[in-house]
C-alpha cells in the first residue's frame, strides 16, 4: 500500500522544520565551539599561573626575570577570567539565538562579535606590552 502525496503546505512545513532543526543543531556546535576554547582558556591560564608560581617558590629564576615571571601568573589570571566571562557570554548567546530561532527573528549581532574580538585584541597587546616591555 503506498502513501498518499503530501500537499504542498505539508512538504513546506516539513522543510521548515528540518531547517530549524539544522539550526538549532548549528546553534549547539556553536555553543560547543565555545566551551572547547573556555576550557582552554582557563586551562592554559592555570598552567601558566601554578608555573610561574613554581619556579618563584624553588629559587630557580634569576632576580632580572623574576617580575616577567610574576607578570606571566598575572596573565594566567587574567586568561582564567577572560575564560569565565566567555563562558558567560556563550551561555547567554546559546539561550538568545534558541528563542530567536524558534521565534523565525534571527538576526546576527555584529557589535558584540567586534567588541569581543576588540576587546580580547586590546587585552592580549596590553599584556604583550606589560610582559616584554614592563
Do not use: C
Not at 24 to 40: F, G, I, P, Q
Amino acid at each position: 500500500m503506498t502513501e498518499p502525496a503530501k500537499t504542498s503546505n505539508e512538504l513546506a512545513a516539513e522543510r521548515t522544520s528540518l531547517a530549524d532543526l539544522r539550526s538549532h543543531l548549528a546553534n549547539e556546535r556553536t555553543h560547543l565551539a565555545y566551551l572547547r576554547t573556555t576550557v582552554s582558556l582557563i586551562g592554559f591560564g592555570i598552567t601558566l599561573n601554578r608555573f610561574s608560581i613554581y619556579l618563584q617558590q624553588n629559587d630557580q629564576i634569576a632576580e632580572a626575570p623574576s617580575r616577567m615571571l610574576r607578570d606571566t601568573g598575572n596573565i594566567g589570571l587574567g586568561m582564567v577570567v577572560i575564560g569565565l566571562g566567555l563562558l558567560l557570554w556563550s551561555l547567554w548567546r546559546f539561550w538568545r539565538v534558541s528563542r530567536d530561532i524558534e521565534q523565525d527573528r534571527f538576526v546576527p549581532h555584529y557589535r558584540a562579535v567586534f567588541a569581543i574580538s576588540l576587546g580580547l585584541l586590546f587585552a592580549g597587546g596590553l599584556s604583550a606590552v606589560w610582559l616584554f616591555l614592563g
